[in-house]
């Protein structure tokens, strides 16, 4: 459909914009390529540029054709200015009347557009609708956080907190968290800046055998590339015990270190895989091992009394991203964590 309205375009119209498409498409697509060391864009790059060069060639052909006809048109009008008039073989007697002479007929020739004309408009269409493109996400209102088709964390507003969140000085919820996480600065830190999150959800739960007397909300963001989890458990816990635990437990490349002032232990472990089928039966399969994953786990506080955050980042390939990435997201998320005194 698009071929045949650019066909049905005039010349003068049709060939500058297929020069300056071609030429913006072919030049980004070989700048792409080389820059991340792939041969498909580089190759489509290069036959786009083939292409607006046979454009370019056609388009100068027409100016010559067209400069040659108006040459020669010019040089047939009249009887020739520079030509001697025939001299007269015989005076003619005075009085007579003179022979008329045979009107020559003189082309009418009719007035063309002006190609350069047509041609700047062209340009000047493209230019308006390529300022459009880039400019209207720009321009327009967009969502939250201001990106563009991100995703929302659920509503801050909660029903009704466990009782263990009640009992909790300085608990947050799952929701605070969310906002805390889903941000446009997560994507860049991941390294991975051009995706957006696909999904975001927050659960105001308690941690597991304490018969949920201890608080332990969490977010989750994630993205085709990775997904961040991050969760704050209000236990008696110090991070000093945590790293043991995770020396006596299958956590491999344990890294004990401090983040922002406080004792912190890097550890690594698979996550778990859960099918659920909800067909008829709505039987779900074994739990299986998932991708694996890195976890920082970091004190509530500089005197480590108890109580610890994690943030935990997964990879759908099955790789995560290095310590530094890891260290950078939470030092981005640990001081938009809001303190609340219930």
């Known amino acids: 459909m698009l071929g045949f309205l650019v066909r049905l375009l005039p010349f003068w119209v049709r060939e500058p914009l297929l020069v300056l498409v071609g030429s913006l498409l072919g030049v980004r697509l070989l700048y792409l390529g ?93 230019a308006a609708l390529a300022a459009a493109v880039w400019l209207g996400p720009k321009l327009l209102p967009s969502e939250a956080h201001g990106a563009p088709g991100a995703v929302s964390c659920p509503d801050a507003q909660e029903t009704e907190l466990p009782g263990a969140y009640k009992e909790t000085p300085r608990a947050v919820t799952g929701a605070e968290l969310c906002e805390a996480l889903n941000t446009p600065e997560l994507a860049r830190l991941l390294g991975t800046p051009a995706e957006t999150a696909t999904a975001a959800s927050a659960s105001n739960g308690t941690a597991p055998l304490t018969d949920g007397k201890v ?42 270190l401090k983040v922002l002032g406080r004792p912190a232990v890097l550890s690594s472990d698979h996550t778990m895989k859960i099918e659920i089928d909800l067909g008829g039966d709505a039987s779900g399969g074994p739990v299986e091992q998932g991708p694996p994953a890195r976890t920082l786990a970091v004190a509530l506080d500089a005197k480590d009394g108890g109580g610890y955050y994690e943030i935990t980042v997964w990879g759908t390939s099955g790789a995560f991203p290095d310590d530094d990435t890891l260290l950078g997201i939470t030092e981005s998320i640990l001081p938009a964590i809001p303190g609340r005194t219930v």
């Open 34 to 126: 080389l820059d991340d060391g792939e041969w498909a864009p580089a190759g489509f790059g290069v036959l786009f540029l083939v292409f607006t060069a046979v454009r370019v060639h056609t388009v100068v052909q027409a100016l010559r054709a067209r400069r040659n006809r108006g040459t020669a048109a010019s040089g047939d009008d009249g009887t020739g200015a520079g030509a001697p008039a025939p001299a007269a073989s015989h005076a003619e007697p005075p009085g007579q009347p003179r022979p008329a002479r045979a009107a020559r007929a003189t082309p009418v020739r009719e007035k063309e557009p002006n190609a350069w004309g047509q041609a700047l408009a062209a340009v000047a269409v493209f």
């Open 215 to 256: 608080a332990r909300p969490e977010a989750q963001v994630e993205f085709d590339t990775y997904t961040v989890n991050v969760s704050v458990t209000y236990n008696d816990l110090s991070i000093g015990q945590y790293g043991k635990l995770t020396e006596y437990g299958q956590e491999t490349d344990v890294r004990r």
